[in-house]
């Protein structure tokens, strides 16, 4: 359990960054190299393979070198993960709220 706390941890600190976001946004359309990927970015390109390294860290990517070109591909099994946990936590405070609305119903009567 520590260690798919410390993954979801990962995810989330991964999509606090808007640039990682327009990354993923990206990668949902395929796969595509690190130049193309790189091009709508005004950064340069050593920032921007950092943020390429904290997605793959999270494992939400993944690359592949072919010769002198690297490319990568969208993993989205850690977003999934993370969507689990935000059900999880919409359920248990429309729960919590639905409690609240009924003792505060309760107490007008």
């Not at 327009?22 to 395929?30: D, I, Q, Y």
């Amino acid at each position: 359990m520590p260690n798919q706390q410390a993954q979801l941890d990962r995810v989330f600190r991964a999509l606090g960054d808007p640039t990682r976001r327009a990354v993923l946004a990206r990668l949902s359309l395929g796969e595509v190299t690190v130049s193309e990927l790189a091009r709508p970015f005004d950064m340069a390109l050593p920032s921007f393979t950092q943020h390429l390294g904290v997605l793959e860290e999270c494992g939400l990517v993944k690359s592949k070198k072919v010769g002198r070109v690297r490319s990568y591909r969208l993993v989205p099994q850690p977003l999934k993960s993370a969507e689990r946990w935000i059900v999880e936590q919409r359920q248990m405070w429309e729960k919590r709220l639905d409690q609240l609305d009924a003792y505060l119903k309760t107490m007008k009567e």
